[in-house]
């Protein structure tokens, strides 16, 4: 009898992989998909790894599938922009072993800039798109989706959504299965994308996605569902359950395979069915389809584009009942802060008192951007801190930036941030890089990278030391301060930013989270010295109240004792004290 576990999406994708013979497995750690990885290392059959960034991740996958075994890569929507040259690529190419990428998407933006749909990169580049829509399924598609990814020389995305990847089911587990590696052939017209090849690989392409529209009717993942046919929908991934909970008597045409769409399978359906929707989250990918080939339906006129579905909205927009709250729960507003500690915020009470502007990144830091901080100005996308300061050097000149830096986490550099500080070299710009060494990637879940010294599986391996990568750049001006020490930060930045060539300052402290983190002593009020100044609030601490009286509290279950609140304070007012 097979074992039976409750399992969060992300763990049953691993599990599939496992499953299904995978072999080399890489990523970049990014909400929703974080957890697929750190799952995956927990095979030992299973090489795993942390790549730099998803360009690399997807790139090391293809490679282990030209040599002949099966590879996941793993990465949040976002990511797939920048895994997107090779992604469109490899298309072409084909596959030796079978290839899977899963990209998990972020509906309603609990963790991304933006709301982008998969789906429409994916017709973009012609690769087949599976989406489970439960935790079961979620293992099983996995499996399925090698199956086609060599039987039809194809990568396939495996397309998740924050609710799959972090909601829970039972999974059945199997055993692993027993896949030979594909012997390796030299194939320069297959895997060398020089025009010449690929124009005939086009062709190929074009096949391919032919085929799969035809057999994709007889697919095990696409399945209708009659009940009562006055009403249909067309559905999948966690939207399915929506309509299953809202509806439960309507008839489904449930697509495990949401691109390439099978024709013949919709046509027929639709054929059965008096009224049918389109009920999909985000993009109207399948919609605008269905309506391309005549068939008459319903979806995006009343269900958004915007956001997270549910059944509730599915009971407003259809069966028009009122599913307003009476009496809406007063919950009061509990926005993202800074950790108690966090070496982020010390940095930005020292560059808010010199009202310094600071284009963000994509990280914790980011979080400096609202009050009381109130920092960064901008944030685009891994990398982009540098980039933008360096724009707005070349626009305005040297004065304009002159209270400006960028701001970037020690991860976020690695990523995407080297190149981007390259080109601040190269093109002479003279701007000011502040990277915030946390020692971790600590937005995701506190997550190993190249300069930490260990692998996704716990290794010792080499650290990258970013002082001397910037130093082999050609900066002369690099500096490494305590992201506490606020008298040198202080100093160091009034300096550079007045340097009239590129500098770097490294502030080094590690994130307060990071397991085996020993914090000696805690900060104490001494209200008899306190002139109810204040300056030791502005940072936004959460483990510092201010009372009735003027004088402060702070709680010690939350401190970490970091000493920002007793460095800001004139009048030692605040002391250290043992833990």
Excluded at 91 to 104: D, H, K, P, R, S
Excluded at 323 to 336: G, I, S, W
Excluded at 549 to 558: R, V
């Amino acid at each position: 009898m097979s074992e039976k576990k409750i399992m969060l999406g992300n763990e049953a994708i691993a599990r599939g992989a496992y499953e299904a013979g995978v072999k080399v497995s890489a990523a970049y750690p990014g909400t929703p998909s974080t957890e697929i990885s750190e799952n995956v290392a927990k095979y030992e059959e299973i090489y795993a790894e942390w790549s730099p960034n998803e360009k690399v991740a997807t790139e090391v996958a293809i490679g282990a599938s030209m040599s002949g075994v099966r590879s996941l890569v793993s990465m949040k929507h976002v990511g797939v922009n920048v895994a997107s040259d090779p992604l469109y690529t490899v298309a072409y190419i084909g596959v030796n072993g079978g290839m899977v990428m899963v990209a998990a998407d972020d509906p309603g933006m609990y963790s991304s800039q933006n709301e982008q749909d998969t789906r429409c990169v994916a017709r973009a580049a012609q690769v087949p798109v599976i989406e489970p829509s439960d935790s079961s399924e979620a293992k099983e598609f996995v499996k399925f989706a090698y199956e086609i990814s060599e039987k039809y020389d194809t990568p396939v995305i495996v397309r998740t959504t924050t609710r799959l990847a972090h909601s829970q089911g039972i999974v059945e587990l199997n055993d692993r299965a027993n896949i030979e590696d594909k012997p390796y052939e030299k194939n320069i017209q297959k895997n060398v994308m020089m025009p010449a090849n690929a124009i005939k690989r086009h062709v190929i392409v074009e096949k391919r996605m032919n085929d799969l529209i035809e057999d994709g009717c007889t697919f095990p993942i696409n399945r209708a569902e009659y009940n009562d046919t006055s009403v249909g929908f067309i559905t999948s991934g966690i939207p399915y359950q929506y309509v299953k909970e809202a509806m439960p008597n309507a008839s489904v045409l449930k697509l495990g395979m949401v691109h390439p769409l099978p024709k013949k399978l919709i046509q027929e359906f639709a054929s059965k069915v008096d009224k049918l929707y389109i009920f999909e989250e985000l993009e109207p990918v399948i919609e605008e389809q269905v309506k391309s080939w005549g068939i008459e339906c319903t979806g995006k006129e009343i269900f958004t584009v915007q956001g997270e579905y549910s059944a509730t909205m599915l009971k407003k927009a259809v069966l028009k009942e009122d599913t307003t709250v009476k009496t809406p729960a007063q919950v009061p507003a509990r926005p993202p802060i800074l950790c108690p500690g966090c070496p982020h915020r010390s940095v930005y009470s020292v560059l808010n008192k010199l009202k310094i502007h600071a284009a963000g990144d994509i990280g914790c830091y980011t979080l400096g951007a609202v009050p009381p901080l109130s920092v960064v100005d901008t944030s685009v996308c891994m990398g982009s801190s540098i980039s933008t300061l360096h724009g707005m050097e070349k626009a305005k000149g040297k004065d304009y930036i002159k209270n400006w830096v960028a701001v970037i986490g020690d991860s976020t550099f690695l990523h995407t941030g080297i190149n981007s500080l390259m080109n601040m070299v190269y093109n002479k710009g003279t701007g000011t890089v502040m990277i915030l060494d946390n020692s971790t990637t600590a937005m995701t879940g506190h997550q190993n990278h190249a300069a930490t010294g260990k692998t996704l599986k716990g290794e010792i391996t080499y650290a990258i030391d970013i002082y001397n990568l910037c130093k082999a750049m050609g900066i002369e001006h690099v500096y490494e301060v305590n992201a506490f020490d606020l008298k040198g930060l202080e100093e160091t930045v009034k300096r550079e930013t007045n340097r009239e060539e590129v500098s770097v300052i490294i502030t080094k402290s590690p994130c307060v989270l990071l397991k085996g983190n020993v914090f000696k002593t805690k900060c104490k009020p001494l209200p008899e010295k306190c002139k109810k100044c204040g300056a030791c609030l502005k940072p936004g601490c959460p483990a510092l109240t201010k009372n009735e009286d003027g004088t402060i509290s702070i709680d010690e279950t939350m401190c970490n004792g970091c000493g920002l609140c007793k460095g800001l304070c004139k009048f030692e007012a605040i002391e250290e004290v043992e833990a």
